[in-house]
């Protein structure tokens, strides 16, 4: 079986890539981030007419996650219960499925901004949420992972340059505390091996040719409990879909498993 997770950056602009990749990849489970699109304009039956279902929590121009799925699709939930909300309103970042012998949630996590600016409270309190709503699934016997664009480096290692990041979001002590405090509900790191250079880096800024200089950070994670990740047999950073005009800035990570 094969899982994947990746931020489209805007599923409108990437359609024709992410039904090219589909085809092409043998992916039987995708979770995609930042689809930017309402959901009842989500490509339901473009995906469909290659055979995945769609789980989708979306409501406009920003944010919005999916899951699409050609081994079945049940169980679906939208949203994270207790979710502290932004600015008055609840956002569209997770969406949790079944499919087939194995449970997923895709998420965006919130970006944080900066450091003193209250979307940073509010990606801190959005971990906390995210950790009480996966915690029963994380416990059970079955596989389960949580996947998706969390917007934290786990290690000084997973950037290309950690002074570059000095005092700025995604390589602070509390955001990885909270990284850290998802994974005491039993879920583990599925590090993914990288196709080029030493680091599996999942993004890459578009400015200042950071993708060719590999100037990138591994973001976009596969949190998996035990029956996961003891199934896992591969994963990759798949970098040449970061290629080319009209790419995503993160790449897909892949993740095989033997279930």
Request: glycine residues 8%; hydrophobic residues 40%; negative net charge.
């Amino acid at each position: 079986m094969r899982i994947a997770t990746w931020n489209v950056n805007s599923i409108t602009a990437r359609l024709p890539r992410l039904l090219a990749w589909l085809e092409s990849s043998g992916t039987d489970v995708l979770c995609l981030q930042e689809a930017k699109v309402a959901e009842e304009k989500f490509p339901v039956e473009e995906v469909r007419e290659l055979g995945y279902e769609s789980a989708v929590n979306a409501t406009g121009r920003w944010n919005g996650v999916a899951v699409l799925s050609r081994v079945g699709l049940t169980d679906v939930v939208k949203g994270l219960p207790g979710d502290p909300g932004y600015d008055g309103s609840v956002e569209p970042r997770a969406v949790s499925a079944t499919c087939g012998p194995v449970r997923v949630w895709s998420v965006y996590v919130p970006n944080g901004r900066e450091v003193d600016h209250p979307h940073y409270a509010y990606k801190l309190q959005w971990f906390e949420a995210l950790k009480a709503a996966v915690a029963g699934d994380a416990a059970g016997g079955r596989p389960f992972a949580v996947l998706g664009d969390y917007n934290v480096a786990p290690t000084d290692d997973d950037v290309f340059d950690r002074a570059v990041f000095e005092g700025s979001t995604h390589v602070t002590a509390p955001e990885r505390a909270a990284l850290a405090s998802l994974r005491e509900t039993g879920l583990f790191d599925v590090v993914p091996r990288p196709l080029k250079y030493d680091h599996p880096f999942t993004y890459w800024d578009y400015r200042q040719l950071a993708f060719p200089k590999n100037r990138g950070m591994r973001i976009d994670l596969v949190y998996g409990n035990e029956p996961f990740t003891k199934a896992v047999t591969d994963s990759y950073v798949d970098r040449e879909e970061r290629k080319g005009k009209g790419a995503s800035d993160h790449a897909p990570v892949v993740v095989d498993l033997d279930v």
